[in-house]
């Protein structure tokens, strides 16, 4: 069965970095668009950022330049580096995968998801 179990999460001050994992199973890690997405209460779900098989990446305009996502496929793990955080990067931080060998991953459908895990900047 796929499972993505996500780590690395906690509280920081403004200005500190936190690196998220994602070990994913199940599915062919390196042949699938791979995403974290975050919610914060009372908002909608935002997709932070997305790498392709072929390792194009994309970001929400709100962290270019801050975050930076990257796959190990060896691992079959998924990485978001997080620096310069700001409290409005507070959320739970969520990692999904598409499954399809697409050319693009803009168009995702985001089947599989795991379970978050919560940062919190204060």
């Known amino acids: 069965d796929v499972q993505l179990v996500e780590s690395g999460g906690g509280s920081v001050q403004p200005g500190g970095s936190l690196r998220l994992s994602c070990a994913a199973s199940?599915?062919?890690?390196?042949?699938?668009?791979m995403a974290w997405f975050r919610q914060a209460p009372g908002k909608e779900r935002e997709r932070v950022a997305h790498?392709?098989?072929?390792?194009?990446?994309n970001y929400a305009d709100a962290v270019k330049g801050r975050f930076t996502i990257s796959g190990d496929n060896a691992k079959n793990t998924l990485y978001l580096q997080m620096n310069s955080l700001k409290p409005e990067d507070t959320a739970m931080y969520y990692c999904?995968?598409?499954?399809?060998?697409?050319?693009?991953?803009?168009?995702?459908?985001?089947?599989?998801w795991g379970q978050g895990t919560q940062v919190t900047v204060s």
């Open positions: 199940g599915f062919t890690f390196s042949m699938s668009c």
């Open positions: 999904a995968a598409d499954p399809r060998p697409r050319a693009s991953c803009s168009s995702g459908l985001w089947s599989y």
């Open positions: 790498i392709h098989r072929f390792g194009i990446t």
